[in-house]
């Protein structure tokens, strides 16, 4: 399966010179993809907190409803889908080996708070979208904030080699998939 999800990496790498364009990406830029990926860890306890601070601490129950939904797909099938990160596997990182202090900071944090393996689909990518997407559907005002977030922490999973595109991409679709159960289930 990792091996899979590394042509399909491989083919969109390619196909779209990302690493090319990363290449020539300024530094400042790559860091705050850096930053995104490390803020997935407070993303959702960040976007409950500002629901509680604006008078929304009613709305508990479904914005738990769209990132547990999410978080429990896709922490549910760990068991089952386990992979390694590409970034384990591939001998260079085909996106650069830029120095950048986030991504150190981003590795140590890995090192020393992971169990090594992935969720697929992507667990934050996941939840974050599903916070975000609930947050910013009862804040209209934070949500192209939240929204812009999101997704760049799910472009930071994949720019990173934390992750695979496919597992971040389907994520993201399990994190719609949240949102939309929050807005059905009473």
Known sequence: M??????????????????????????????????????????????????????????????????????????????WLQTRPPRALEPTNPLGDRPLTLRRLNLRVLSHGSIQVNTLPRGHAATALAAALVTGELLPGTFPLLLAAALAIAVATVLGRYHYSVDTLLGLAVGVGGWFVSRVVP
Do not use: K, M, N, S
């Open 2 to 79: 990792e091996a899979r999800l590394l042509r399909v990496d491989e083919w969109l790498f390619r196909t779209t010179h990302l690493p090319t364009i990363v290449q020539r990406t300024p530094r400042g830029l790559l860091e705050l993809f850096e930053l995104a990926y490390l803020f997935a860890y407070p993303f959702v306890p960040g976007a409950l907190g500002l629901l509680y601070a604006t008078g929304f601490a009613r709305e508990t129950d479904r914005f738990c409803t769209a990132v547990l939904t999410a978080g429990f797909v896709c922490y549910g099938a760990l068991p």
